[in-house]
């Protein structure tokens, strides 16, 4: 017999620990291989912890409700046989992926000790500033007269990374006491018929996300209509045959990814991020498809190289991940990475949006609902009257790296290629 300690394993780009919400086994359990044995939360998804082989669980090494970083054990397992080739390589695979993880921590050192630089190693005062004290000064805005109103609890008055955060720390409650005052108010004028429904963890990540990106990201929304006729017409030919042959329903969500995957490699300057001062032009076209759940939160699994994959692939994708998101089966990776996003108003026959976008993104489309309406027709023998299916696009962008023009020439794209599509053979 062996026994093997079972990882917490790499949860996601930027993601360095976890909380155990709950174990679903208990100590002396036997499971099978990819039987969920724990049910894990981080800042960006909940997913589940699987066996990395059969056996029985010896130890839980971390309890409900802890916090733990990747890479740590955090169960042991004893497997009765040795383990196979294909097992030894999988354990292999996991650890290739956490010295992943460990790489991308170290790049962000990197990253401290660079921004950081941009700071004085001493306030006006002579007080010592670190590469971190400085790094996170630099980042919450936090000027050289509130450090210097400090006291340091490090060696001989030195400012450590505790005395900062207990700044910040004192800072939000300073400026939040007049708020709490005001929820007392409200909650105490509230009458007894009315509910007060506190929000879930999922809903107040979204909420400081959006938050954050209308505070990081001067908003500008476009719109342009597009006579989608043809293209609905050709989809309501094959959608029959194409769910025969493949098994797969053909929405109109993969088209319009289709046609922004093509539209963003003509726009390269579309499929960008900021990063302080420097303009980030993505290689890669992962395209986010923003997917409400069961419980009306919202969550955005990522095609990766969408520009890469037929309309085939493309309908693949977007069922298996819609499908996943709403039974909780999104891997952390699954979720990250995006650089462009759509949101499908036209989902809940909305005519149209203004979608907030997506950090560190700096664009995101909404489509509307398709609707039959009265259009002008052009043709050799003079403009006549005909109904059409028509529906709106809007495009919000940062206006700090996309101008008017470059996003009216985008959205434009977009119409052009929707109002006349051609995909590959069905």
């Keep these: 017999m062996a026994r093997l300690n079972i990882i917490l394993?790499?949860?996601?780009?930027?993601?360095?620990?976890?909380?155990?919400?709950k174990w679903l086994v208990k100590e002396g359990a036997e499971v099978k291989e990819d039987d969920p044995i724990a049910e894990v939360?981080?800042?960006?998804?909940?997913?589940?912890?699987?066996?990395?082989?059969?056996?029985?669980?010896?130890?839980?090494?971390?309890?409900?409700?802890?916090?733990?970083?990747?890479?740590?054990?955090?169960?042991?397992?004893?497997?009765?046989?040795?383990m196979r080739p294909e097992e030894v390589k999988k354990v292999d695979q996991e650890v290739e992926r956490i010295r992943e993880t460990i790489s991308a921590a170290r790049e962000e050192k990197k990253e401290v000790i660079q921004v950081s630089g941009e700071m004085k190693s001493r306030t006006?005062?002579?007080?010592?500033?670190?590469?971190?004290?400085?790094?996170?000064?630099?980042?919450?805005?936090i000027s050289y007269s509130e450090l210097d109103k400090v006291t340091?609890?490090?060696?001989?008055?030195?400012?450590?990374?505790?005395?900062?955060?207990?700044?910040?720390?004192?800072?939000?409650?300073?400026?939040?006491?007049?708020?709490?005052?005001?929820?007392?108010?409200?909650?105490?004028?509230?009458?007894?018929?009315?509910?007060?429904?506190?929000?879930?963890r999922v809903r107040k990540l979204i909420a400081e996300?959006?938050?954050?990106?209308?505070?990081?990201?001067?908003?500008?929304?476009?719109?342009?209509?597009?006579?989608?006729?043809?293209?609905?017409?050709?989809?309501?030919?094959?959608?029959?045959?194409?769910?025969?042959?493949?098994?797969?329903?053909l929405t109109l969500t993969p088209i319009f990814i289709d046609a922004a995957a093509r539209a963003l490699n003509d726009f390269p300057m579309i499929n960008v991020s900021v990063d302080g001062n420097n303009i980030i032009k993505r290689k890669n076209?992962?395209?986010?498809?923003?997917?409400?759940?069961?419980?009306?939160?919202?969550?955005?699994?990522?095609?990766?190289?969408?520009?890469?994959?037929?309309?085939?692939?493309?309908?693949?994708?977007?069922?298996?991940?819609?499908?996943?998101?709403?039974?909780?089966?999104?891997?952390?990776?699954?979720?990250?990475?995006?650089t462009?996003?759509?949101?499908?108003?036209?989902?809940?026959?909305?005519?149209?949006?203004?979608?907030?976008?997506?950090?560190?993104?700096?664009?995101?489309?909404?489509?509307?609902?398709?609707?039959k309406m009265p259009a002008v027709i052009e043709t050799p023998d003079g403009d006549m009257i005909g109904i059409r299916q028509i529906m709106i696009l809007s495009l919000s962008y940062d206006h700090r790296v996309i101008d008017g023009a470059l996003a009216g020439r985008f959205l434009n794209r977009i119409k052009g290629i929707l109002e006349n599509y051609t995909p590959d053979p069905v």
Excluded: C
Excluded at 184 to 197: C, G, M
């Design 41 to 82: 939360a981080t800042d960006k998804v909940d997913s589940e912890i699987p066996a990395p082989t059969t056996g029985i669980i010896i130890e839980l090494k971390a309890t409900e409700g802890s916090v733990v970083k990747v890479g740590d054990a955090i169960a042991v397992i004893e497997n009765k046989v040795e």
């Design 285 to 338: 076209i992962n395209i986010g498809m923003a997917t409400a759940l069961p419980d009306g939160n919202l969550i955005v699994p990522v095609i990766r190289n969408a520009n890469e994959k037929n309309l085939t692939g493309l309908a693949r994708a977007v069922n298996d991940l819609a499908e996943r998101a709403r039974s909780n089966k999104l891997k952390p990776d699954e979720i990250t990475g995006g």
């Design 152 to 200: 340091g609890t490090g060696m001989d008055g030195r400012i450590t990374r505790d005395d900062i955060l207990k700044l910040l720390s004192d800072r939000k409650n300073k400026s939040s006491e007049p708020e709490k005052k005001i929820d007392k108010v409200v909650l105490s004028s509230a009458s007894q018929e009315d509910e007060v429904i506190e929000m879930d």
């Design 209 to 249: 996300h959006m938050v954050m990106s209308k505070r990081t990201s001067p908003h500008v929304t476009s719109f342009i209509d597009a006579d989608v006729t043809r293209m609905v017409a050709w989809r309501n030919s094959v959608k029959d045959k194409f769910l025969g042959r493949e098994g797969e329903k």
């Design 9 to 21: 394993p790499a949860m996601g780009e930027g993601v360095i620990e976890a909380t155990i919400n």
């Design 124 to 141: 006006p005062s002579g007080k010592f500033l670190s590469p971190l004290v400085r790094n996170i000064a630099s980042h919450e805005g």
């Design 340 to 371: 462009f996003t759509i949101t499908n108003f036209g989902s809940y026959n909305n005519l149209s949006g203004t979608p907030i976008i997506n950090q560190p993104q700096a664009a995101i489309l909404g489509t509307g609902a398709v609707r």
